[in-house]
């Protein structure tokens, strides 16, 4: 059940539920007048863990660590307040139910019984068959995740009470930005282990913008923010290794004024040697973003007035 909050500063929403607990899956911040066309997320920042789950895993925090896109929450909500951009941020851990995944998308087989008759099924489930599926089942360096498998009856409670809400609050958020402006952009913000080296020296990209090989936006809008991050200097690379999945597929729609980027963070620029607690780098990497963000902003904002994007000054 949804939880609102609204003043003349704008509407908070606290929806969904994380099954077993009084948590919700997500909250949604729509700030007053809609300042600025764009909705930040952070779908991979949850960390509220039920008790029963963490004791179905094999090792909570190896899990956690590698699976979370650790504190992109903070980045995502930092930048939302210098900017005035909306706000989605997951609390359900990805662990429980990834929300960059359809909900077909899942290996059977470590669900108890299988597939029932019910069951959508997809046969184009390769993230699951990878181990990264709707519920992710193997991690590198760990292998199972989970000590048993998981009830049909749990994972339809998961779809319910996180995925369904989830995106069907991101896509009226989206709509509705686009209404008050022609244009909106989600940046959907993640974050990436460090990437590796594809020979000695080689100096690996910082950030990765994705958008399904402009299938999810406006390609001067990628263009834009691959300029900016080559303005400061930045290593940046675009759709490789990550383009964007099920999020980009369902709610990038740039033919109906709704584009969808994903920002891939490496997670060394912001956190500490662990990767595991924020660093003194993380307030850089911050404002850094919420440039990006600002001058992005603008440009939907063009596009939404205009119908294209104006000219770069030569």
């Known amino acids: 059940m949804d939880e609102r909050d609204s003043s003349g500063r704008g509407e908070r929403i606290s929806g969904g539920a994380i099954p077993d607990t009084d948590n919700p899956a997500f909250t949604l911040e729509m700030p007053g007048g809609t300042p600025i066309p764009v909705l930040i997320a952070a779908p991979h920042a949850g960390r509220c863990y039920p008790a029963a789950v963490l004791e179905c895993m094999r090792d909570p925090e190896y899990s956690a660590m590698r699976l979370e896109d650790r504190f992109t929450d903070l980045l995502a909500r930092e930048i939302a307040a210098a900017t005035g951009a909306a706000l989605l941020v997951a609390h359900a851990p990805r662990a429980m139910l990834d929300l960059n995944r359809a909900c077909d998308d899942m290996d059977w087989s470590m669900v108890a019984g299988g597939a029932s008759r019910k069951t959508p099924h997809s046969a184009l489930n390769r993230r699951s068959r990878s181990g990264l599926g709707l519920v992710p089942r193997r991690l590198g360096g760990l292998g199972e995740i989970w000590k048993r498998p998981i009830t049909h009856s749990a994972l339809q409670a998961r779809i319910d009470g996180i995925h369904r809400p989830y995106h069907a609050h991101l896509a009226g958020a989206l709509e509705t930005l686009r209404d008050r402006w022609g244009a909106v952009l989600l940046i959907d913000i993640h974050s990436m282990p460090p990437l590796r080296p594809r020979f000695p020296g080689d100096r690996t990209a910082e950030f990765v913008l994705g958008d399904r090989f402009g299938a999810s936006c406006d390609h001067a809008l990628a263009a834009q923010g691959l300029g900016y991050f080559a303005r400061f200097e930045r290593r940046t690379a ?15 729609a740039p033919a109906r004024g709704i584009h969808a980027l994903q920002l891939e963070v490496c997670r060394s620029s912001y956190l500490d040697a662990r990767l595991a607690e924020a660093s003194a780098r993380m307030p850089a990497v911050t404002r850094l973003l919420t440039g990006l963000v600002r001058e992005l902003g603008d440009a939907v904002a063009a596009l939404g007035r205009d119908g294209a994007l104006p000219l770069a000054a030569e």
């Open 238 to 252: 675009h759709n490789r290794p990550y383009a964007g999945s099920y999020i980009l597929d369902r709610h990038g």
